[in-house]
């Protein structure tokens, strides 16, 4: 049982290039998150998936896009990175028992570095 | 909207004394509260949740925390810590009201001083 696994775990792009970061999930939890953590700012939520198939945006959703194609998946997708984006972005997931209440298990992030 | 406060970004601490981190959250409805901790790259695990009932909430490593609801905080404590505690904490809040977001304080610095 891997939990929250992250592909890659460290990147740098250049300004304007495109990529794609992978969150998988073994738990078979419904629910799946995508966060960036930057210095004194906490975690923000960028977009978040309730299953298969359904996205949803969070607090700072610009810039970037997501797909839930399989259930034990959620990709998150930067069309055009932009030093702002330079950020750890960490995946998570949850049961959708009890709403509001589950825990969240996170992955282990990754490093994006944007020149 | 929910928000969260941490007033202690950098909390240093020497070994085996008590420790207090503070959690002061503003909400118009009823919330569920969560204490995550994050140790050195690595990604966040949940401490200990709030949901309901006992004020007081014990959770791992020897944590535990009181929800005050008339002073709207969830500080975090423990009487003795150690080396291993040295971490990022993170104080959270969600709404009970229907499915939605969890906030995410800015943070807290743990270091244990040998």
């Known amino acids: 049982n891997a939990g929250v696994t992250q592909t890659p775990k460290f990147r740098v792009l250049k300004t304007g290039q495109s990529m794609t970061l992978l969150c998988a999930q073994d738990?078979?939890?419904?629910?799946m998150y995508w966060y960036r953590q930057d210095p004194g700012m906490g975690l923000r939520l960028i977009h978040y998936s309730v299953g298969e198939g359904t996205t949803a945006k969070g607090e700072v959703p610009d810039g970037y896009n997501v797909s839930r194609l399989k259930k034990q998946n959620f990709l998150l997708g930067l069309e055009s990175a932009a030093p702002s984006q330079t950020s750890v972005y960490f995946c998570?997931?949850?049961?959708?028992?009890?709403?509001?209440?589950?825990?969240?298990?996170f992955g282990p992030g990754t490093r994006l570095l944007v020149l | 909207a929910q928000s969260v406060t941490q007033l202690d970004s950098q909390v240093p601490v020497f070994e085996e004394a008590p420790v207090e981190l503070r959690c002061n959250y503003s909400s118009s409805v009823s919330v569920y509260l969560f204490w995550y901790v994050q140790y050195p790259n690595q990604g966040l695990q949940l401490l200990l949740k709030y949901l309901s009932g006992s004020t007081l909430v014990k959770g791992i490593n020897g944590f535990e925390a009181e929800f005050n609801k008339s002073q709207t905080s969830f500080h975090l404590r423990k009487p003795s810590v150690h080396i291993s505690d040295t971490a990022e904490y993170f104080c959270?809040?969600?709404?009970?009201?229907?499915?939605?977001?969890?906030?995410f304080g800015p943070g807290t610095s743990l270091s244990v001083i040998p």
């Open positions: 738990m078979n939890h419904e629910y």
């Open positions: 998570a997931s949850s049961y959708s028992g009890l709403a509001g209440a589950e825990t969240q298990y």
């Open positions: 959270a809040v969600r709404r009970k009201t229907s499915y939605d977001k969890v906030i």
